[in-house]
């Protein structure tokens, strides 16, 4: 009996501190207003998710200066998120709490822009505004119009010098009815001030807008990863358990909307994680080198682990060797350290479950920096080849292939044109005379050496070495008729007389002029399902 009190009470105490932990960590939805989480991977509209009678859902001005990055946009040319009319219900209530939070998840791209730059601004124009929070170098700084201020919420209120970094930033404006400001950087106070007067001279003709001003003057760069804006001024408390929460809170992804049928989670691993695990991790924990025994190209082989056990542990990345290694600097070895911005995505993701949505990851893919549904079949463009290459044999090619290929015609290839569809004689032959520089350069022997341990010049260890080297090569397995061909490359090779490593070389260069090799391939259609 007396042990069977002690578990009844064991196990309420746990289910106690999991409640605690759980409601420390949640974000408050009291008095929300607008919430944008950039779920949308596509379209110029961004919706807000606060769920409110009248959301305030915003357009994308210019989609040539933004990208969609699953749970986030980043914001590189000149654009705007802009509210299709003034937020009427959102300023009244404002104005009748006297008090208003924003907060935001960013990048900044720089500490140079300045204007200040805005970040989120309620205005209508360059001079009139009722709120904004803005960049200007190294701190923010953030203008509310009261009775007491002019129309351009001068003068204005601005966190430490050299508080703004181009690290994943948490940043929070308070205004409470005792008039007293506060600026909240990654879940400190920062800076405290007071806005005099009421808010009673705020201006129903204003606009909603992200990145830039109004009328489009103000451009801010970087990356949106969450924006909220509250009726009421959150809490010191309230603000440290947001940024605990982080920039993709449980409570954020939840409603989140599932874009060609990808979970808010698969969506955050392709385009947050897996770009960051091919360019840093796959050199040296890929299938071929699996340094530490360890291989992160294929989900099955990452969760298993290397030498020393496993190095994700879901939901805890304190345990996690992966999270450990790069938070440390102790990895990649001899390479480029991680962002901070790029740790703390590591991080989050661990603790929220290590979802990895992909059997394999293909550095290829990532290196070109696009959605694996966007496009069906398109040439490489120039710069894309040259990545390809170097991330496939190791060579850089930059400049012959600067030399040898026709100049693009069209900046944009990541469309589906004719220009980039077709290959013309041009290209056929540069590619030819490509293939065969590359090829030279190559230790061709020990690059098989990474596929098949027999290096033999019979027709199994050939088979098989073609086979392998070429689902590398071509990124993906190679079919009968293709391994037909490449075996009779290896056949008229040795009925010559010639040797292995010559044998080899003329099959790669094949496979460097392959289709496979110099298009884009995908087996989707236009709307993302998979064809056939």
């Not at 803005?134 to 050299?162: F, H, M, W």
Request: hydrophobic share 35%; net charge negative; with cysteine.
């Amino acid at each position: 009996m007396i042990a069977l009190i002690e578990s009844f009470w064991s196990q309420s105490l746990a289910l106690g501190q999991e409640n605690t932990l759980s409601s420390q960590k949640a974000r408050s939805k009291e008095g929300l207003l607008a919430l944008y989480n950039f779920c949308e991977t596509g379209g110029p509209v961004v919706r807000d998710q606060s769920g409110g009678e009248k959301p305030i859902h915003l357009r994308i001005q210019s989609m040539r200066g933004v990208r969609r990055l699953g749970n986030s946009i980043k914001l590189t040319g000149v654009t705007r998120l802009l509210s299709e009319q003034a937020p009427t219900s959102l300023i009244q209530t404002i104005q009748n709490s006297g008090s208003f939070t924003i907060e935001a998840w960013i990048t900044p791209a720089s500490t140079l822009l300045k204007g200040p730059a805005r970040i989120v601004t309620l205005s209508r124009n360059g001079s009139e505004r009722n709120f904004t929070l803005g960049q200007d170098g190294d701190k923010y700084d953030v203008r509310c119009r009261s009775s007491q201020t002019d129309k351009n919420g001068l003068p204005s209120i601005a966190s430490e010098s050299a508080s703004l970094s181009t690290g994943l930033t948490h940043v929070v404006f308070t205004l409470g009815n005792d008039h007293v400001s506060r600026i909240y950087i990654n879940g400190d106070l920062n800076s405290e001030g007071q806005v005099p007067g009421t808010l009673s001279v705020w201006k129903n003709n204003v606009q909603l807008s992200l990145g830039n001003e109004v009328k489009g003057n103000r451009q801010w760069k970087g990356t949106f990863h969450m924006v909220a804006l509250y009726g009421r001024s959150l809490s010191g408390l309230e603000v440290t358990r947001h940024f605990q929460a982080g920039a993709y809170a449980e409570d954020t992804k939840n409603i989140k909307i599932a874009v060609q049928g990808k979970s808010p989670e698969a969506a955050f691993f392709e385009h947050h994680i897996a770009p960051v695990i091919s360019e840093h991790c796959l050199e040296c924990h890929d299938t071929h080198n699996q340094k530490g025994e360890l291989d992160l190209s294929w989900k099955e082989s990452a969760f298993k682990g290397g030498k020393h056990g496993m190095v994700i542990v879901p939901g805890k990345p304190e345990e996690s060797e992966l999270w450990l290694s790069v938070h440390h600097d102790e990895m990649p070895d001899n390479r480029t350290m991680l962002s901070s911005e790029q740790k703390a995505l590591i991080k989050q993701w661990i603790q929220d479950g290590a979802t990895w949505s992909l059997e394999h990851i293909d550095p290829v893919l990532y290196s070109h920096q696009s959605d694996v549904a966007s496009n069906w079949v398109r040439r490489l463009t120039v710069s894309e080849y040259i990545r390809t290459v170097k991330n496939t044999v190791g060579i850089d090619i930059a400049e012959d292939a600067h030399d040898l290929l026709p100049i693009e015609l069209r900046a944009d290839g990541f469309s589906n044109t004719a220009y980039n569809l077709n290959v013309d004689l041009k290209h056929v032959n540069a590619y030819a005379q490509l293939a065969e520089k590359i090829v030279q350069r190559m230790d061709v022997e020990s690059f098989t050496g990474r596929f098949v341990k027999n290096l033999k010049f019979t027709d199994n260890e050939m088979g098989a070495l073609i086979d392998s080297m070429g689902k590398w090569v071509l990124r993906g397995p190679v079919n009968e008729h293709e391994l037909f061909a490449y075996r009779g490359i290896t056949t008229s090779v040795a009925a010559a007389g010639g040797s292995y490593e010559e044998a080899v070389g003329l099959v790669i260069e094949a496979m460097l002029q392959s289709p496979r090799f110099i298009y884009r391939v995908e087996n989707h259609v236009g709307d993302g399902t998979v064809w056939p």
